[in-house]
């Protein structure tokens, strides 16, 4: 969704990291690069090149913390998500040298008038579920699909109907 966003709002040059190779036909879809995790390299530097002026980071961990370094200067990183882990190993270097922000998201306590604003742009405005990669599922197929979320090969959204 994320990236469907940034499109639409008017955003040109968006990479997508993925991981696998099954990923790759949606995010070109959607993006105009596509990375993968193993080609950022590893946190070896306080500063490496500047590749990013703006990292949307939904996994966190050992991800972020190699992104961190290679955020343009007066770019920032927003963080969403924590699947790759919770801690960030990073020096200020970044914060300090380049004026970098790194901004959370909150969408828990989020007040629903603020919601509504949201929800609102996503249905009409932005109008992303054209493009959302949607699937719908019997009950008898959600054994498969458990599977495949398990084992990495899920993607998007699934819809049981019964």
């Known amino acids: 969704m994320a990236l469907q966003i940034l499109s639409k709002i008017g955003y040109k040059n968006i990479a997508a990291l993925v ?3 099954h990923q790759i036909e949606v995010a070109i879809s959607l993006a105009t690069d596509v990375i993968f995790v193993n080609e950022l390299g590893v946190q070896n530097k306080p500063l490496n090149k500047q590749k ?3 990292v949307l980071d939904t996994v966190g961990g050992e991800i972020a913390s190699v992104l961190i370094p290679q955020i343009s200067y007066g770019g920032c990183m ?5 699947a790759g882990g919770i801690k960030l190993t990073s020096t200020v270097l970044p914060f300090i040298l380049r004026g970098i922000n790194l901004l ?7 007040p629903i008038k603020d919601r509504g604003y949201i929800w609102e742009k996503i249905a009409n405005e932005w109008n992303i579920s054209q493009t959302t990669l949607i699937s719908e599922i019997s009950l008898e197929e959600l054994p498969q699909t458990i599977e495949a979320i398990k084992n990495g090969h899920h993607s998007g959204r699934t819809i049981i109907k019964y």
């Open 104 to 110: 959370g998201i909150d969408s828990v306590n989020v």
């Open 52 to 54: 990013f002026d703006f």
């Open 78 to 82: 927003s963080m969403c998500g924590n």
């Open 19 to 21: 991981r696998k190779e």
